[in-house]
């Protein structure tokens, strides 16, 4: 909590340019201190190169269609250095194996997340966007993306379409300024249990989005159609699925049945 305290008030009084010096700094220092305590080789954080002894319990704190047994729920899969869950790993996992596929610049990252850790260690230049976040690089609506067609070869959307109204303009968004041969890296919350994705514009009390949607600022839980809809949209789909990756990078599906743990590799069909 302190901790958390301490870069709010960085990210309140200072330039986004010195905090992010701060934090550069920081996770050095927080870095060696985290090995000197938990190093190790039984897991492995892809996201920072980090091997430590184990990673470290996060609380997922969810309800879903009226299940609370997820519910202060721990379960050992963070990392303690860059905070990274199994989605972050799966992704950076998947950037260290395909290097080749990557171009070094025209990234897009939706939101900052655990896996800049990754591109900023690999030398990769990339631009951040966030329509809440001031330290984003931009503010831009993944609804009305403000670039000109075709101007990024890899975009990172990891758990947005599951907050905006109209999910399906934003990959008719994603795919318009996606290069012919760029990859589109995706991930969402996922219940394969659900015949089709559920959504409901008329719940609109948190408590009821958290009930239905396991999360209060969710709109929608997407269901096995999920692919069919990344199709329909023109792209083709790799499907990248945790459990068939290394079990030292901590891949585990759940505790809810929508934290499957896969990313869906995306390129214009």
């Not at 996060?58 to 963070?78: E, I």
Request: with cysteine; charged share 25%.
């Amino acid at each position: 909590m302190i901790i958390q305290i301490l870069k709010f008030g960085l990210k309140t009084i200072f330039p986004r340019s010195v905090f992010n010096y701060t934090r550069r700094i920081y996770r050095k220092i927080r870095y060696y201190i985290i090995i000197n305590k938990y190093g190790g080789d039984a897991v492995w954080c892809p996201c920072c190169n980090g091997r430590f002894s184990e990673f470290t319990d996060f609380d997922f704190k969810k309800t879903y269609f009226n299940q609370t047994l997820f519910l202060n729920t721990y379960k050992n899969k963070m990392c303690r250095n860059c905070f990274s869950l199994p989605r972050h790993r799966i992704l950076a996992y998947y950037f260290t194996e395909n290097r080749q596929k990557i171009s070094p610049d025209k990234i897009l990252m939706f939101s900052g997340e655990p896996v800049t850790v990754w591109f900023e260690a690999n030398n990769y230049r990339y631009t951040t966007v966030d329509l809440f976040n001031r330290y984003a690089d931009l503010k831009i609506d993944i609804q009305n993306i403000q670039f000109p067609d075709r101007t990024w070869s890899l975009i990172i959307c990891n758990h947005i379409l599951e907050h905006v109204q109209d999910y399906k303009k934003s990959l008719q968004e994603l795919r318009r300024v996606l290069t012919d041969n760029g990859i589109l890296a995706l991930a969402v919350p996922t219940d394969r249990n659900l015949a089709e994705t559920y959504e409901d514009a008329v719940i609109v009390n948190e408590d009821d989005r958290r009930e239905k949607f396991g999360q209060n600022d969710h709109l929608r839980v997407f269901g096995g159609d999920f692919v069919a809809i990344l199709t329909v949209s023109g792209f083709s789909v790799e499907i990248i699925d945790g459990n068939d990756l290394p079990v030292e990078i901590g891949p585990e599906t759940g505790p809810a049945s929508y934290d499957d743990n896969r990313v869906y590799i995306c390129r214009k069909a």
